[in-house]
């Protein structure tokens, strides 16, 4: 049971994405293609953001579903899929880096590589200033400017971010990814704020606008 005393099924009416993996646990036709077409382009574009590796954030994706898919029998639902998916997820991408002895660090696609999983986080945190070819450049170029702040975030940061931002997840939903407190999450979510801002000094704020501060509180 859950830590708020829902059951499987009530847990379940509430989240369609049990109900489908759910399916995939009793071997439903169809029921897995699914659940990896509802999941594919979230799972590469998070896995990227850590890797900075295309080909490697498709294997490490493919591993995710691996995982699922060997798990399903045992498959008890105690709070949102997704949470569950994104700790696998998160897991494998941090056993990887520290595998290659590297620190993880989180690439942002900029405007014009967005692709099908739409805009990288960084674009999340730009203010829109219009869609004149100078205010389309002076967006790509902020963003640009984002990434590199981003990047000398902490590890931990970085990923309190990606999930927040790209994935809009809410303090409670990130503190299970990550394995922290609520609390914790919204001191990392803080902390990276604040850093952005002063990695960004004179370069954002120029037209008087500052950076979102919209962290998803808990639901």
């Given amino acids: 049971m859950s830590a708020t005393g829902e059951t499987s099924a009530q847990l379940a009416l509430r989240d369609p994405d049990i109900r489908l993996m759910l399916q995939v646990r009793g071997d439903e036709p169809g029921a897995f293609e699914e659940l990896v077409e509802r999941y594919q382009h979230r799972l590469v574009g998070v896995m990227n953001h850590l890797v900075r590796n295309n080909e490697e954030a498709e294997d490490l994706a493919q591993e995710v579903f691996l995982r699922v898919y060997r798990a399903r029998k045992k498959y008890r639902p105690r709070s949102k899929f997704s949470t569950w998916v994104f700790t696998i997820a998160n897991n494998l991408a941090l056993n990887s880096l520290r595998a290659k002895h590297r620190k993880p660090v989180v690439p942002l696609l900029s405007p014009r590589d967005s692709g099908p999983m739409g805009a990288g986080p960084q674009e999340q945190m730009v203010p829109d200033p219009g869609t004149g070819p100078v205010q389309k450049v002076q967006k790509i170029e902020l963003a640009d400017r984002i990434r590199e702040a981003l990047d000398g975030l902490s590890e931990r940061q970085k990923m309190a971010v990606v999930l927040n ?49 919209d962290d998803k509180e808990e639901e």
Avoid: C, W
């Avoid at 990392?188 to 004179?202: E, H, P």
């Fill in 165 to 213: 931002k790209f994935e809009d997840m809410n303090y409670a939903d990130i503190a299970e990814v990550m394995g922290l407190t609520t609390k914790a999450v919204k001191s990392l979510l803080s902390r990276a704020r604040m850093n952005l801002r002063v990695a960004l000094t004179g370069y954002v704020h120029m037209d008087g606008q500052s950076i979102p501060a």
